[in-house]
C-alpha cells in the first residue's frame, strides 16, 4: 500500500476552513492541466479535456469528458465544511475589564469539549474592496492565536460527573488582555494583504492547530482535524485526477455546508450540482431529452465518513453491521433513507469493489440509536439517479481532532478509481451492467 495518511495530513493542514478546501482543491485541479469555467459565461468544453468550477469559493465541481462521446455521468460527491466556531460580526468584546475575548456561535453539531485548553487559530474569508470592486480574500491567521480555558476543577467540580456546556459562557475564546482591542481587525486585514479599512465583512472561524500524526504499533492509525469529511473529499479527488471515464463523463464534487443541513446556494440542497449536469450536457450537444436520459442513466457515489466500533463503547453498534479502522470501504444503509444506499446501488458499487480487490464493510445504526444523515439524498432530490452512500471508518467524529485508518485512505482511493474506470450502464429500470 501507498500509504497516503502523511499527503492527507498536509492537505488538511493547508484547508482550515471550507474555503482553504476549495482552493486545495482547485489548486490540484489546475496542476493537472484542468481549465477553470465560470458559471457567469457561456460554457466551451471538448472531447478529452478536463473543467471545473466553483461557487462562493466553497464548493468546487469537476469533471472530464471522453474522446467518443458520453451516456451518462459518474459522480462522486462529499463536502468540505466540518463542525467550528464562527465569530460574530463586531466580536471584540471585553470582559471582566482586562482580556479581549471573541464572541462566537457553533457551526454543526460539535463535541465542545474538545475545543478547550488547546492553541486554535483563525481563517476564513473576508471581502474588500479592490480596484473599484469588491474581491474575496483567503484569510489564515497561521498561528495561535486564541485558546478556549477550561475553568478549574475547584469552581466546577461536577464537571467529570457530567456537565452542559453553554456556548454563549463557556466557550468564548481569549484573544488578548484588554490592550488588544482593535487588534483583531487589524490582523484580517494584514492576513488577507488589504488595509483595514478596506476590509467590509469576512466568515471567519476557529480551527485547530495540533498537528495532524501517524501513531500505533504499526502507524496503522492517524489523527488530525477535520477528518470528516476531508478525509472523502481527499480521496476521491485523487481518484478522479487519476481515471480516464471512457463512455461517461467523471464528475468530482465537493460541496459545502453539510454540517448545517446543505440548505445553501452551494450545498448538496441547491441547483450546483444540477446546472453543472445541465450545463455539460448541453456543451455535449445534447438536447433536453437526451441530457434528461444521461441523468437517469447516471451513478452517484455520496461519500462522506460513518462511524468505527469504538474500542470502549462496542455495545453502541449493531451487532451483525459494524464498521472497523482499517478494515474498507464502508457502504452505509437507513431504513428511513437518512441514507440513500438500496439493494440496487450497493449490489453495483460492491461489484466494483469486489473486482478491485477493495474489502467492503456494513454499517447499519442499532435500532434503538438515532444515527446522523448526508448529502446524499438531498442531492438525489435535484439530480435522482441510483446513489450509494460510502465512508471510511473513523472515530471520534466531529471532535476538532479525529482518527482514522491509514490503510483505509488506499482502499478507497483504489475503490473510487475503479468507480471512475469503470463504466456503469443503465439499460433500463432494474437492468444494469458494469463494463
Not at 484542468?34 to 466553497?58: C, D, H, M, V
Amino acid at each position: 500500500m501507498k500509504h497516503y495518511a502523511k499527503d492527507f495530513i498536509e492537505f488538511v493542514s493547508h484547508s482550515p476552513t471550507a474555503f482553504h478546501a476549495c482552493e486545495a482543491a482547485c489548486e490540484a485541479l489546475r496542476a493537472a492541466g484542468f481549465s477553470q469555467l465560470k458559471e457567469q459565461e457561456p460554457w466551451a468544453i471538448a472531447p478529452g479535456g478536463g473543467y471545473f468550477l466553483t461557487r462562493n469559493r466553497s464548493a468546487v465541481v469537476a469533471f472530464t469528458v471522453p474522446e467518443g462521446g458520453a451516456s451518462h455521468f459518474q459522480i462522486a460527491a462529499s463536502h468540505g465544511d466540518s463542525p467550528a466556531f464562527k465569530l460574530k460580526p463586531n466580536a471584540e468584546d471585553l470582559a471582566a475589564g482586562a482580556y479581549v475575548r471573541l464572541n462566537v456561535e457553533r457551526y454543526g453539531g460539535m463535541l465542545m469539549s474538545t475545543w478547550l485548553d488547546r492553541p486554535l487559530s483563525i481563517a476564513g474569508r473576508a471581502v474588500v474592496r479592490e480596484g473599484g470592486r469588491l474581491a474575496t480574500k483567503l484569510v489564515d491567521f497561521g498561528r495561535d492565536a486564541v485558546l478556549i480555558p477550561n475553568m478549574p476543577i475547584h469552581f466546577n467540580r461536577e464537571v467529570n460527573d457530567g456537565y452542559k456546556f453553554n456556548p454563549q459562557v463557556d466557550l468564548l475564546p481569549l484573544y488578548g488582555g484588554a490592550d488588544a482591542q482593535g487588534k483583531l481587525a487589524e490582523e484580517i486585514a494584514r492576513s488577507c494583504g488589504a488595509a483595514a479599512e478596506d476590509v467590509i465583512a469576512s466568515d471567519l472561524y476557529l480551527y485547530n492547530r495540533t498537528p495532524g500524526a501517524v501513531w500505533g504499533a504499526d502507524g496503522e492509525f492517524f489523527s488530525c482535524p477535520r477528518i470528516d469529511d476531508l478525509e472523502c473529499a481527499y480521496t476521491t479527488l485523487q481518484a478522479f485526477l487519476d481515471a480516464a471515464p471512457a463512455g461517461h463523463v467523471n464528475v468530482f464534487a465537493m460541496l459545502d455546508n453539510e454540517e448545517v443541513g446543505s440548505g445553501t446556494k452551494q450545498g448538496a440542497d441547491s441547483t450546483l450540482l444540477s446546472d453543472a449536469l445541465a450545463r455539460i450536457a448541453a456543451a455535449l450537444g445534447m438536447d433536453g431529452e437526451q441530457a434528461r436520459a444521461a441523468i437517469a442513466s447516471s451513478f452517484m457515489v455520496s461519500a462522506d465518513n460513518a462511524h468505527a466500533v469504538h474500542p470502549n463503547h462496542p455495545e453502541k453498534y449493531d451487532a451483525n453491521n459494524r464498521a472497523f479502522l482499517n478494515a474498507g470501504v464502508v457502504v452505509k444503509h437507513n431504513a428511513n433513507q437518512k441514507y440513500t444506499t438500496d439493494a440496487v446501488s450497493a449490489a453495483i458499487f460492491g461489484e466494483i469493489c469486489r473486482r478491485a480487490g477493495v474489502p467492503v464493510q456494513t454499517f447499519v445504526n442499532r435500532s434503538d440509536i438515532l444515527g446522523g444523515s448526508t448529502l446524499g439524498n438531498i442531492a438525489n432530490a435535484h439530480v435522482s439517479m441510483n446513489t450509494v452512500d460510502i465512508g471510511l471508518p473513523q472515530l471520534a467524529m466531529h471532535s476538532c481532532y479525529e482518527t482514522a485508518g491509514t490503510r483505509d485512505l488506499d482502499y478507497m482511493i483504489d475503490a473510487m478509481r475503479a468507480f471512475y474506470r469503470a463504466d456503469v450502464r443503465t439499460f433500463a429500470d432494474g437492468e444494469y451492467e458494469i463494463r
